[in-house]
C-alpha cells in the first residue's frame, strides 16, 4: 500500500496526545499528524480532561509520568466517562509492573522512550495511518 502524504481532513482520526515535555510533544505531534491524525497535544493530564476533545478522539498517546498525575489514572478517567478508544502509553521508565498495570487499564502498548516512530504508528493501529 503506498503512503499517502495528504488525507481529507473531515476523515482524520482524532488523537488525543499528552506528553508534559514540549520537545516531544510537538515532534509526536509533527509526525502523527502527517501520518493522517487530526492531533490535539497537551503538557498537562488536567489540561487535557478539560477540553472536549479527550472526550471525542478515537486514539489516545500519553506519557506515563505528567507534572499532574499519570497515564494510567488519565485512562481510568477517560474510561469512567465512557471513552472507549484505543491507546498507547509512552515512558522513559519501564518496568514489567508497569507493562502489567498498563494492559489491565486498556493500554493497547507501552513503549519505551526514546520511540521508534514506525513503532508508534504500528502500535496505534489507526486505519489509513501508514507506517
Known amino acids: 500500500m503506498p503512503q499517502t502524504a495528504a488525507v481529507d481532513p473531515a476523515r482524520r482520526p482524532r488523537l488525543l496526545l499528552i506528553d508534559d515535555d514540549q520537545a ?3 515532534s509526536l505531534q509533527l509526525l502523527l499528524h502527517g501520518r493522517g491524525f487530526e492531533v490535539c497535544a497537551f ?3 488536567v489540561r487535557a480532561l478539560g477540553n472536549e476533545f479527550a472526550r471525542r478522539s478515537e486514539f489516545l498517546v500519553t506519557d506515563y509520568l505528567l507534572p499532574d498525575g499519570n497515564g494510567i489514572a488519565l485512562i481510568d478517567t477517560l474510561r469512567r466517562q465512557g471513552w472507549r478508544g484505543r491507546a ?4 522513559a521508565f519501564p518496568s514489567p509492573g508497569l ?3 498498563a494492559a489491565a487499564s486498556g493500554f493497547a502498548a507501552m513503549l519505551e522512550k526514546p520511540l521508534h516512530h514506525h513503532t508508534l504508528i504500528a502500535a496505534i493501529g489507526a486505519p489509513g495511518a501508514t507506517p
Open 43 to 45: 503538557g498537562s493530564a
Open 24 to 26: 516531544v510533544r510537538r
Open 99 to 101: 507493562a502489567e498495570r
Open 88 to 91: 498507547v502509553l509512552i515512558t
